[in-house]
């Protein structure tokens, strides 16, 4: 008997000495003492500093965003305002029977679908604009031959330049020229600042042409004509100038025919308003766009002399150009 509990204590033992030694090694090694302490030296402690900065710097980036999109929208509705007033009032027109003659009010009916359809077509422009900003709508950059371009820009816009007896040149370049751009795109900038520009002028020519770039790496096209400079700065402010049209907006009294007349030929966008989304949409093809006064130039003082009709300002549009492999 005493040898059974002589074995029985033997394996007791044992067991217990295993056990002990098993729990021993696992407490080493999960002992965050034996870990290596993590050593912080004063010279590569965070600076607090430049984190300020970075946050700082997002702040004011996205306060200026948010600014920007706040004058946008400011800057359409008041661009929407003056054809949405004509619209209201020459409806008012029909709706009050002022017209004269039947021949008058159907008159009036067309230019309110004009003005409807104009506003339809800015509406879209300013959806399209603003996709662009929000990167929704992302623009097809693609190679470009400029020639076929130009030619196409030329067909939309000769009919208006010659019902103004305006003298529009689009001078092909060479075929060679290749843009990194979206065509669709790049033909909306192009047909709206020079539509605009007819808008603004009553005789004179306008030039577009490729000009010399700063560099091999760009590409220039240039718009000379003989607008002002100011015309460009900033949205026609009529609304404010003439306080009547409150009175065709919330229907007081009857709709004075003359100020509905003035508003149905006030220029719709305003040239302020088609410089900007021209520039978004060239901006969403990493182009550029700016306004340049031209130098004046002197020896056209014949009277009635086509060239007595000088370019005062230039649009200048900037773009990557596509470096051939044989160039």
Same mark, same amino acid.
């Given at each position: 008997?005493?040898?059974?509990?002589?074995?029985?204590?033997?394996?007791?033992?044992?067991?217990?000495w295993?056990?002990?030694?098993?729990?021993?090694?696992?407490?080493h090694?999960?002992?965050?003492?034996?870990?290596?302490?993590?050593?912080?030296?004063?010279?590569?402690?965070?600076?607090n500093?430049d984190?300020?900065?970075?946050?700082e710097l997002?702040?004011?980036n996205?306060?200026?965003?948010?600014?920007?999109?706040?004058?946008?929208?400011?800057?359409s509705?008041?661009?929407?305002?003056?054809?949405?007033?004509?619209?209201?009032?020459? *409806?008012?027109l029909v709706?009050e029977h002022?017209?004269?003659?039947?021949?008058?009010?159907?008159?009036?009916?067309?230019?309110?679908?004009?003005?409807?359809?104009?506003?339809?077509?800015?509406?879209?422009?300013?959806?399209?604009?603003?996709?662009?900003?929000?990167?929704?709508?992302?623009?097809?950059?693609q190679?470009?031959?400029?020639?076929?371009?130009?030619?196409?820009?030329y067909?939309?816009?000769?009919?208006?330049?010659?019902?103004?007896?305006?003298r529009?040149?689009i001078?092909?370049p060479?075929?060679?020229?290749?843009?990194?751009?979206?065509?669709?795109?790049?033909?909306?900038a192009?047909?709206?600042l020079?539509?605009?520009?007819?808008?603004e002028?009553?005789?004179?020519?306008i030039?577009?042409?490729?000009q010399?770039?700063?560099n091999e790496?760009?590409v220039?096209?240039a718009?000379?004509q003989?607008?002002a400079l100011e015309t460009?700065?900033?949205?026609?402010?009529?609304?404010?100038?003439?306080?009547?049209?409150k009175e065709?907006?919330?229907?007081?009294?009857l709709?004075?025919?003359?100020?509905?007349a003035?508003?149905?030929?006030?220029p719709?966008?305003?040239?302020?308003?088609?410089?900007l989304?021209a520039?978004?949409?060239?901006?969403?093809?990493?182009?550029?766009?700016?306004?340049i006064?031209?130098p004046?130039?002197?020896?056209a *003082?014949?009277v009635?002399?086509?060239?007595?009709?000088?370019?005062?300002?230039?649009?200048?549009?900037?773009l990557?150009?596509?470096?051939?492999?044989?160039e």
């Open positions: 008997m005493s040898g059974i509990n002589l074995v029985w204590l033997v394996v007791g033992i044992g067991l217990g295993a056990i002990a030694q098993r729990f021993s090694r696992k407490a090694s999960s002992s965050p003492l034996d870990e290596e302490p993590a050593i912080v030296h004063p010279n590569e402690a965070p600076d500093g984190s300020v900065q970075q946050l997002a702040y004011y996205l306060a200026e965003i948010a600014h920007y999109k706040s004058g946008f929208l400011a800057r509705s008041h661009e929407l305002r003056s054809p949405l007033s004509g619209l209201i009032g020459m *409806q008012q709706l002022l017209c004269d003659s039947p021949v008058e009010e159907r008159d009036c009916i067309v230019q309110a679908n004009e003005s409807a359809l104009k506003m339809v077509d800015v509406l879209d422009n300013i959806i399209d604009a603003a996709k662009l900003e929000h990167g929704t709508l992302q623009a097809q950059i190679p470009v031959q400029l020639a076929p371009l130009l030619q196409k820009v067909r939309l816009t000769h009919l208006q330049a010659q019902n103004r007896t305006i529009l040149h001078a092909t060479d075929p060679e020229v290749y843009v990194l751009a979206d065509p669709q795109r790049l033909q909306q192009l047909v709206r020079i539509d605009t520009t007819i808008s002028l009553k005789d004179g020519e030039h577009l042409s490729l010399p770039s700063s790496q760009t220039c096209l718009i000379d003989p607008v460009w700065s900033d949205p026609i402010d009529w609304m404010q100038q003439n306080p009547a049209w065709i907006i919330y229907g007081i009294g709709p004075d025919k003359r100020v509905i003035e508003l149905a030929h006030v719709f966008p305003s040239p302020g308003f088609s410089l989304l520039q978004i949409l060239l901006q969403s093809m990493q182009g550029t766009l700016q306004v006064p031209l004046d130039q002197e020896g *003082q014949g009635g002399d086509a060239a007595a009709i000088v370019p005062e300002t230039r649009i200048e549009c900037i990557p150009r596509l470096i051939l492999e044989d």
